[in-house]
């Protein structure tokens, strides 16, 4: 698949293509790549490649509203060579919001593993049609084998997906509670990243990202699953967040997931309450009106 690195010395004098792809992750889900582990290492050593010169960026800006995913783009402007990079929920992203409830055992149980994957091509039509393939800026080779390392540090730090944004309030001066790490903050992440090392973006599109918020005065740190879910004490609680998420399904795709949240709203209106899993530990929202919100907005390139 990719090639392994070369024997010579690195001369990174090559420049490489950025391409930013915003699509559904519902109807991508049939593409999903496996993580290969070493594709990342072999992609550091692709622009070093002699044959694997010049790469264009682009970006693709989606306009329909159920449409949730962003993803990096390579092109090799000489060779033609196409990679896509992505932040994916590893067991789709309903697993990554809301989890299973398992009869026998009762800690809920999260399959909400996020990763970075890079692989091979771009699947220029389905981008283009779901979206707008856009070529966001250039990058040497030397960037972008700096880029390749620090996406495998990236990738060690955030070992999940989360799919909600929590803020105080839907205005401008609002209370960030919780940040989603999901595939567009991955995107922002290697934006800035690339940014950082003197790559120009630009895009003559706007560049709109779809984000699930909830709205929540101060949230309070309950714990973690251990230490709900194993101790007697903790009774009362483990058994409102079992039965919290059992007004939730796990669902496969977005449209679903936005539908068993519409059957959800009205538990969450009526009781103000969310019980919020993130990074590996709850917390309590005391819900505020509007409670939950689809956005899709503009984020500026760096
Ligand atoms: C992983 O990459 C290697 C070479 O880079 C390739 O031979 C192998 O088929 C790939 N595995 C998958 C699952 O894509
Ligand atoms: C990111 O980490 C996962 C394991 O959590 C691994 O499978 C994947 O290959 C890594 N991706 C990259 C691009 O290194
Ligand atoms: C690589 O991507 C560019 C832009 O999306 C496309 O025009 C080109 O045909 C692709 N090349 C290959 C070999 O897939
Ligand atoms: C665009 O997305 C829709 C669903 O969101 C999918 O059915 C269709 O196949 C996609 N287009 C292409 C060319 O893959
Ligand atoms: C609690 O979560 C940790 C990961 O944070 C996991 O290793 C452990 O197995 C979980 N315990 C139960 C009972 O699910
Ligand atoms: C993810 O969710 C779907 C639908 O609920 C389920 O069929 C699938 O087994 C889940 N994946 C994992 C790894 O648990
Ligand atoms: C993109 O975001 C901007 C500002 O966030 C908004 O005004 C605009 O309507 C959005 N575009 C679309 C197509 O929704």
Request: proline fraction near 5%; include cysteine.
């Amino acid at each position: 698949m990719l090639t392994s690195p070369p024997a010579k010395p690195l001369q990174p004098a090559t420049s490489i293509v950025v391409l930013l792809v915003s699509l559904s992750s519902a109807s991508l889900s049939s593409s999903i790549i496996s993580a290969n582990s070493s594709a990342s290492n072999s992609a550091a050593a692709e622009p070093h490649d002699d044959s694997m010169p010049t790469f264009v960026p682009r970006g693709v800006v989606v306009k329909k509203k159920h449409i949730m995913h962003d993803a990096i783009g390579f092109s090799s402007a000489e060779k033609g060579k196409n990679y896509t990079m992505e932040w994916y929920e590893l067991f789709q992203l309903g697993n990554c919001t809301f989890p299973h409830m398992r009869p026998e055992n009762d800690t809920p149980f999260w399959c909400n593993q996020g990763a970075a994957c890079f692989y091979k091509g771009i699947d220029d039509v389905y981008w283009s049609q779901n979206g707008t393939l856009e070529k966001v800026g250039e990058i040497s080779g030397g960037q972008f084998n700096k880029m390749a390392r620090w996406v495998q540090d990236d990738n060690q730090t955030g070992v999940y997906y989360e799919t909600w944004t929590v803020r105080s309030d839907p205005g401008t001066n609002s209370n960030l509670w919780f940040e989603s790490y999901d595939c567009s903050q991955f995107v922002h992440r290697t934006y800035r990243y690339l940014s950082q090392q003197g790559a120009r973006l630009y895009s003559r599109s706007q560049t709109n990202y779809t984000k699930i918020f909830l709205y929540s005065g101060e949230p309070t740190y309950l714990g973690d699953n251990d230490s709900i879910f194993r101790e007697p004490s903790a009774k009362t609680l483990a058994e409102d967040i079992r039965k919290f998420y059992h007004a939730f399904r796990s669902q496969q795709s977005y449209v679903d997931l936005i539908l068993s949240l519409a059957e959800a709203f009205h538990k969450v209106v009526e009781e103000r309450s969310f019980y919020l899993y993130y990074n590996f530990e709850y917390w309590h929202l005391p819900m505020k009106y509007p409670y939950v919100q689809i956005m899709y907005e503009e984020v500026h390139l760096p």
